[in-house]
Structures are given as structure tokens and as C-alpha cells.
């Protein structure tokens, strides 16, 4: 599914237990991988938030796809706890197709920024899930003209700038916010997931036949819990991701319909299967 949010524009798909990845050719990068859907291998960075195959699985295929066509090899950032594994995975697989395929496999931890352009950077933020998870909220950094200087003219902002004074200040915006497979504390421990321009959000569940207390054990989101924290949003968009197979679109758009208020459903994009 092709989704134009927030100035991205962007391949999605995603499906519980199956597979996600993002594309988003604007900045050369993937969130996950998934099986490597069609396209994915165009993107020379990515991003991956955990291990679990539907989001990883299309690993050695992507970077030995980026071999066959030619480009430069990847650079793969993932949870530092992963990184011995997922290196075994790809010297395997190199193995067993006797080349020398590589990648730049890179383990992160939260806090750690990622450089994805002149201004723009993927920030890492933990996110709670069955297994180490981290989150990636892609950034712009710009600097801008201090605000008590915008009433001088230029000419005295200049003569200030020579004689070595700092003019202009940071300005950081979180214009996109992944945090993968997660719980719903998320919401409150990572400050971006609700101030970023464009959210994407797992909602596994629905319904009465998987509670909200066992997508939690499960480690993922319920409906009902963003019901709960429908204030709380405060994006432009919010993309409602990861839907268990179980459900059909008729069941999801009721649901949504039924619990979530008009202020957030006004700025909802549902991504669905196909």
C-alpha cells in the first residue's frame, strides 16, 4: 500500500505474525525488512526495530539482492543484543551461496542517532516488547536565527557573527516515529511516539476474543488501549499498522468507528493487507 503523510511518501505493508517493512525512497531507508518486498532492496539504509522473522526474515535476501543489482552494500542498524546473531545469519548464508556478499551490520542502543542526510537523522528510543525492540524516530536538525535577533538588520547580525558570537539555534523536529512491535507504554516513556508529524502505531488486536490483558502478555496494542489515550495523540497522522489476520477490514473499521473519538479518526490512516 502507497501512503502520501506528513511530506513521506511511502510503501507499506505490514500484517501481524506475517511481515512489515517501510519503504521510504525520499531518504534511501527501510523499517524492517520483512521478506523483502519488491522495491525494498532500492534502499541503502535500514532499520530494524527487533528480530522476529516477520520483521526480519527477508535480511540475507535484501543484502544479497543489493549485491546482484550492483549498489553499494547496505548499512544495517539493529538492537546491539541481535547483532551476534543476525551476523551469524548473514555469514551463513554467505556461506552457503559461496560469495562474499556483505553488509554494514551496526548494533544500537537508545539514545544513539543515526545520520540519514544533510539534516535529517533516525534517533533510537527503546520500546517495549517480548525481546529487545528499539524504536526509530526520524528526525530534521536545521539551524535558524536566534529569536531575539530577527528585529536587527542583517548587517549587525553579520558584524555579531564575525566577532565569533553563535547567531542561530538547533531547531530538532521528529517528523516520523516507528516503534515497531510494542506495548502501549510506549506512549509515555518515548516522548516523540505522540509529537511526531507522522506515527506509525501497531494495533494487533481487536475485539473480545483477544483482551487488551493478553496483547499485553503477547507484547503488542489493543484498540481498547488507544481508546483509552485517545488525548494523548498528538501527530498529524497516525497509521494504525500490524492487524492480526484474524480480523477482517469490515470488523477493524467498525471498531475503530465505535471506539476511537472524531478528533483522532480525522487524522487515522488504516493500513491494510493488499
Not at 506515527?199 to 494487533?204: V, Y
Given at each position: ?7 513521506f ?7 501481524g505474525g506475517?511481515?512489515?517493512c517501510y ?25 530494524l526495530?527487533h528480530?522476529?522473522i516477520d520483521?526480519?526474515?527477508?535480511l ?5 539482492m ?5 549498489a ?5 542498524f539493529?538492537?546491539?543484543?541481535a547483532?551476534?546473531?543476525?551476523s ?6 554467505s556461506?552457503?551461496?559461496a ?9 544500537v ?7 540519514l542526510g544533510?539534516?535529517?537523522f ?9 525481546i ?8 530534521t536538525r536545521?539551524?535558524k536565527?536566534?529569536?531575539?535577533l ?9 558584524d555579531?557573527a ?15 516515529c ?7 507504554d510506549v ?19 481487536f475485539?473480545t ?5 493478553r496483547?499485553r ?9 488507544i481508546?483509552?489515550?485517545a488525548?494523548?495523540f498528538?501527530?498529524e ?5 500490524h492487524f ?6 469490515e470488523e ?10 472524531a ?6 490512516v488504516?493500513l491494510f493487507?493488499?
Amino acid at each position: 500500500m502507497r501512503l502520501s503523510a506528513g511530506g513521506f511518501e511511502i510503501e507499506a505493508t505490514s500484517v501481524g505474525g506475517v511481515e512489515t517493512c517501510y519503504q521510504l525512497p525520499q531518504l534511501g531507508v527501510c523499517l524492517d525488512i520483512g521478506r523483502c518486498p519488491d522495491g525494498a532492496e532500492r534502499q541503502g539504509t535500514l532499520l530494524l526495530t527487533h528480530a522476529h522473522i516477520d520483521h526480519a526474515a527477508g535480511l540475507a535476501y535484501y543484502v544479497s539482492m543489493r549485491g546482484l543489482m550492483g549498489a553499494p552494500p547496505p548499512r544495517v542498524f539493529c538492537p546491539a543484543s541481535a547483532h551476534p546473531a543476525l551476523s551469524t545469519i548473514l555469514e551463513a548464508w554467505s556461506t552457503l551461496q559461496a560469495d562474499t556478499k556483505r553488509c554494514d551490520l551496526v548494533g544500537v542502543q537508545p539514545g544513539d542517532e543515526i545520520p540519514l542526510g544533510k539534516t535529517a537523522f533516525a534517533r533510537v528510543f527503546r520500546s517495549p516488547h517480548r525481546i529487545s525492540t528499539v524504536g526509530y524516530t526520524l528526525c530534521t536538525r536545521v539551524k535558524k536565527l536566534r529569536p531575539d535577533l530577527a528585529a536587527e538588520p542583517q548587517a549587525a547580525i553579520a558584524d555579531r557573527a564575525r566577532a565569533g558570537e553563535v547567531v542561530t539555534e538547533e531547531h530538532i523536529t521528529p517528523q516520523l516515529c516507528f516503534p515497531g512491535d510494542t506495548l502501549i507504554d510506549v506512549l509515555e516513556s518515548e516522548p516523540t511516539v505522540t509529537t511526531s508529524r507522522v506515527l506509525l502505531l501497531e494495533c494487533t488486536f481487536f475485539g473480545t476474543k483477544v483482551t487488551p490483558e493478553r496483547a499485553r502478555r503477547n507484547g503488542h496494542i489493543h484498540i481498547d488501549q488507544i481508546a483509552e489515550r485517545a488525548h494523548m495523540f498528538a501527530n498529524e497522522v497516525v497509521v494504525l499498522t500490524h492487524f492480526s489476520r484474524r480480523y477482517h477490514r469490515e470488523e477493524i473499521e467498525a471498531e475503530v468507528a465505535e471506539k476511537l473519538p472524531a478528533g483522532l479518526r480525522d487524522r487515522l490512516v488504516l493500513l491494510f493487507e493488499g
